[in-house]
């Protein structure tokens, strides 16, 4: 009898042992989804570039996955799409202090080819005017390349010239091959002049060491086929933390689709067209993504990973809906 006890007793326990993780599992995911959107931490959908791919799509056909919180600096993971990273990245940062709305022929520092390819320098012949959207002002840019990557500030009146734009630091850039696909980089939040609490705003070039400009960027406006010394006018703008985008001629239609994810379907309304439906897990990897032809509410099968955080993307013609969601 006693030995019966026992063992009802070990059961049990192990019984309340196996509920009590479970518990604590599904709540420890509920708690970091809840942290990681209130720092931000996690885009997602990632901030996709313009799609054009004038040289190769190394930053044309890539994405950036951004995070920083109030322990971690701030963060950007970049996607290559596998082509080949050749030439410099160039980000131009708005963060509300005074800047200049346009990079033109004032700006002229050559004196290494990342100061060229910030200040688009004709030093070789290729200058041109970068346009920014009416209230950007770029203050600081970064630049990257296989060589190195470093963050500059532009100095906001008067012209500047070789070796006038300043050095802040390093950013701590992993892309040393042309052919990784894949690197990261950071910086501090200070180094911005920033607070944790702030946001940002942000458009890319890529262009040659020479000051050669591509198509290949991020934020609206290069019209695809720019290349050389072709002006660019950039018609809008990506916002950091949490990748927004603001178009001078469109309204934000972000989480407009209607739509819910229940026992293994999603289900969407409203839409007759053709969408992307793509899936990221907690670390902002996508897991899934395809185009399905939307037709009615008409479910599609779509499992995910059980208990775990996800985020399902879906992206028609001109809307967006981002889900939450933690499949039991």
């Known amino acids: 009898m006693l030995k019966s006890l026992q063992h009802t007793r070990q059961q049990l326990f192990k019984y309340n042992y196996i509920i009590t993780q479970k518990s604590l599992l599904i709540c420890f995911i509920l708690l970091t989804s809840s942290y990681i959107f209130s720092q931000n931490r996690l885009p997602p959908p990632p901030c996709n570039a313009n799609g054009n791919s004038g040289f190769g799509g190394a930053v044309g056909e890539g994405h950036i996955l951004f995070s920083g919180d109030g322990v971690n600096p701030i963060n950007f993971a970049m996607s290559t799409s596998a082509n080949d990273m050749n030439d410099i990245l160039v980000l131009y940062i708005d963060t509300g202090e005074p800047g200049r709305n346009e990079i033109d022929t004032t700006i002229d520092d050559n004196a290494d080819d990342h100061r060229i390819a910030i200040s688009n320098s004709n030093v070789n012949g290729y200058g041109s005017t970068i346009s920014f959207l009416p209230g950007f002002e770029a203050s600081y ?168 955080l996800q985020f399902i993307v879906i992206e028609s013609s001109n809307k967006r809906k981002v889900l939450k969601v933690i499949p039991n």
């Open 141 to 308: 840019a970064i630049a990257i390349d296989v060589n190195f990557g470093g963050l500059w500030s532009i100095p906001n009146t008067g012209s500047v010239g070789t070796g006038e734009l300043g050095f802040i630091t390093s950013v701590n850039s992993t892309l040393t091959s042309s052919t990784q696909g894949f690197y990261t980089f950071n910086f501090n939040w200070e180094d911005l002049g920033l607070t944790i609490t702030d946001e940002f705003h942000f458009v890319g070039v890529y262009v040659s060491n020479t000051g050669y400009s591509s198509d290949e960027g991020y934020g609206e406006g290069i019209t695809t086929g720019t290349i050389g010394s072709d002006n660019i006018t950039f018609t809008g703008y990506l916002t950091l933390p949490g990748c927004s985008e603001t178009l001078s001629n469109s309204v934000n239609l972000l989480n407009t689709i209607d739509a819910y994810y229940f026992n293994d379907k999603l289900f969407i309304k409203n839409i007759n067209e053709a969408v992307t439906i793509s899936v990221y897990d907690i670390q902002g990897r996508k897991t899934y993504s395809n185009l399905h032809q939307i037709q009615g509410s008409v479910p599609i099968s779509l499992e995910l990973n059980k208990n775990e």
